[in-house]
Nanobody, 124 residues
């Protein structure tokens, strides 16, 4: 069974940066599109960023464009989300998700493998 484990979350001040990692075990991520999602208390889980299986194409929610960067290192079986210029509204539990396909979307319904999430809190 494919397992995804997020790490790198924590408490940061507004304007700070965090780098989230999503490490896969049990299977290689080479053939999986990956998405990053987040969910704040009382809100729907929303797509943040996604990346195709090859890493050749990426997409971002408008709210994070220019601030977040998704990347992947298939050799390390890991996907990253670099988050810069963090804002309090970025506070949420961040999840990575995988789908056995080449293209990626920001729809949570398109993914069937999920990590347990990592908490990101942006506060002064």
């Amino acid at each position: 069974q494919l397992q995804l484990v997020e790490s790198g979350g924590g408490l940061v001040q507004p304007g700070g940066s965090l780098r989230l990692s999503c490490a896969a075990s049990g299977f290689t991520l080479d053939y999986y599109a990956i998405g990053w999602f987040r969910q704040a208390p009382g809100k729907e889980r929303e797509g943040v960023s996604c990346i195709s299986s090859s890493g050749g194409s990426t997409n971002y929610a408008d709210s994070v464009k220019g601030r977040f960067t998704i990347s992947r290192d298939n050799a390390k079986n890991t996907v990253y989300l670099q988050m810069n210029s963090l804002k309090p509204e970025d506070t949420a539990v961040y999840y990575c998700a995988a789908n056995y396909r080449t293209i990626a979307t920001l729809s949570r319904y398109e993914y069937n493998y999920w990590g347990r999430g990592t908490q990101v809190t942006v506060s002064s």
